[in-house]
RNA sequence: GGAAGCGUGGCAGAGCGGUUGAAUGCACUGGUCUUGAAAACCAGCAAGGGUGAAAGUCCUUCGAGAGUUCGAAUCUCUCCGCUUCCGCCA
């Protein structure tokens, strides 16, 4: 959520960005319902002052064993008319609340404007693509004799639900595990999360109120996460910490579920778009100062696993029209597939600022001694089926056989090759 | 799932319906003392919001919401969470 008062001190820069970002909302209407709030305030606080002393006076008159009639008789209506004004504010509060929760974050000044995915900058490309001497074959066929398998899956559940059996299956896991522990390496304290987070998480982390359609709710105030993002990030929600345990660095490898409201159509073959995935996803709680850094290093992280993998990637910066809700500055980094002969997301790392802080009421003591909002961090690294996916595509063998990547083999129990049965 | 108990500041823990935003202890910060440290002593130390250039000042907040009352941390109700016991069960 944004800060109400930047947005008063910046009528200007917040109308650009939200005209790049694609919204038609301006500073005009806000500043309004901001004016009116204000003014319910400033008239209920004078009231509520007028209550609180008479109410000590009249307090300390009966200590004393005094008559309070006259008191009491000034004190006749004030009481209600306060309630009154308490309601007011507090519509007026929701009405601001409703029209801020709404506005995406503020891109970064070194965000390139533009309206959609045609207008990302590559930033980075590594690797050069593999020669086939041989027609590779997509990854849903070939890897379907592998045991990468859509119908048992549909036929369980549907559409965009797999099932996975023998070494394929083992693979994803042994590719989550090299995850883990590269991460292990850079400092991130690996976490076992719930699945199932409660409505003020998805606030938090800014999926709700906008984008319930998005996730799966399993009745009352329950969702099924979209993201290990959400747990992660909102185990700071309405805390205070010390600045010198920052920056808190976790990560956590969870199924992810996703509605995919909207995508229809879209990449329905392969193992690229299903209601349920694994991902590795990197969280991190960052000083102010230090989240631009720090989401380098996110990046990083994710590159390195493709490098360590040897898959080709590029990297790219998204546009102000593509960014998603809550950064303020993204990278994607996507992996070469073959037989589409081109570059596909395999992870995004993205800088949230104090956005989702400021709806989770995450915050830290400033060397002044002054509560200010973290910001926060959140990377997969990566997204584990569409690593599978790279896998399947960059490593296949012509006799239907899949090479596996060195750096997996001692997660295989030694095993190189994964052979068709 | 059933029953009982409990939810107060970073933590622990007081708090007859009325000068209680809240005693006390610990932790933390600054100071005195010390060659230095520890100890001791002194002082400070909640968050959010309004107003203000600032100093300041005012309002709100004792799990959340509603109610009783001139006045609620304190009384009533609902909800949420935690603990214990019982039941069930990886």
């Known amino acids: 959520m944004l800060d109400i008062k930047?947005?008063?001190?910046?009528?200007?820069?917040?109308?650009?960005?939200?005209?790049?970002r694609g919204s038609s909302v301006t500073s005009s209407n806000l500043l309004e319902l901001d004016k009116t709030r204000r003014n319910i305030i400033n008239k209920m606080q004078e009231l509520q002052a007028k209550r609180k002393t008479i109410s000590k006076e009249i307090g300390m008159l009966k200590a004393k064993g005094g008559d309070a009639a006259a008191l009491l008789e000034e004190m006749q209506g004030i009481s209600p008319a306060v309630k009154n004004l308490e309601e007011q504010d507090r519509q007026a509060n929701i009405e601001l609340e409703n029209a801020l929760i709404a506005l995406p974050n503020i891109p970064e000044d070194c965000v390139p404007a533009g309206k959609d995915e045609d207008d990302n900058v590559?930033?980075?490309?590594?690797?050069?693509?593999?020669?086939?001497?041989?027609?590779?074959?997509?990854?849903?066929?070939?890897?379907?004799?592998?045991?990468?398998?859509?119908?048992?899956?549909?036929?369980?559940?549907?559409?965009?639900?797999?099932?996975?059996?023998?070494?394929?299956?083992?693979?994803?896991?042994?590719?989550?595990?090299?995850?883990?522990?590269?991460?292990?390496?850079?400092?991130?304290?690996?976490?076992?999360?719930?699945?199932?987070?409660?409505?003020?998480?998805?606030?938090?982390?800014?999926q709700l109120p906008k984008f319930a359609e998005d996730s799966f709710n399993v009745g009352d105030d329950r969702w099924l996460i979209p993201t290990a993002e959400v747990p992660l990030t909102n185990s700071m929600r309405d805390t205070i910490v010390a600045p010198e345990n920052l920056p808190i660095k976790m990560c956590a490898w969870t199924p992810c579920f996703r509605s995919e409201?909207?995508?229809?159509?879209?990449?329905?073959?392969?193992?690229?778009?299903?209601?349920?995935?694994?991902?590795?996803?990197?969280?991190?709680i960052a000083h102010p100062e230090k989240s631009d850094e720090l989401l380098n290093e996110l990046t990083k992280n994710a590159e390195e696993i493709l490098e360590k993998l040897?898959?080709?990637?590029?990297?790219?910066?998204?546009?102000?029209?593509?960014?998603?809700?809550?950064?303020?500055?993204?990278?994607?980094?996507?992996?070469?597939?073959?037989?589409q002969n081109t570059y596909r997301e395999i992870s995004s790392c993205s800088n949230c600022g104090d956005f989702q802080a400021r709806s989770m009421k995450a915050r830290f003591k400033n060397k002044e001694g002054k509560t200010e909002f973290v910001h926060t961090l959140n990377g997969s690294c990566l997204a584990t089926g569409r690593t599978l996916v790279a896998i399947l595509e960059n490593y296949q063998n012509e006799d239907g056989s899949l090479t596996i990547p060195d750096v997996l083999q001692p997660y295989m129990g030694g095993q190189k090759v994964i052979s068709v049965k």
Not at 139 to 161: M, N, P, Q, V
Not at 261 to 284: L, W
Request: proline letters at 4%; aromatic letters at 12%.
């Open 122 to 206: 590559e930033i980075k490309k590594w690797g050069t693509p593999r020669e086939f001497d041989f027609e590779p074959s997509p990854h849903y066929e070939f890897g379907e004799k592998l045991g990468l398998d859509f119908a048992t899956g549909a036929k369980l559940t549907g559409a965009r639900y797999a099932w996975l059996q023998g070494d394929i299956a083992r693979l994803e896991r042994a590719i989550a595990t090299f995850m883990l522990d590269h991460l292990r390496d850079k400092g991130f304290t690996e976490v076992s999360v719930p699945l199932i987070v409660n409505d003020a998480s998805m606030i938090g982390t800014c």
């Open 310 to 339: 040897n898959i080709p990637y590029r990297t790219i910066i998204l546009c102000t029209g593509d960014m998603g809700f809550s950064a303020k500055k993204t990278y994607d980094i996507e992996a070469w597939v073959p037989t």
């Open 6 to 20: 930047w947005i008063r001190e910046n009528t200007e820069k917040f109308d650009t960005a939200m005209k790049n």
């Open 261 to 284: 409201a909207g995508s229809a159509g879209k990449d329905t073959r392969g193992y690229i778009r299903m209601h349920q995935f694994f991902k590795v996803e990197q969280v991190v």
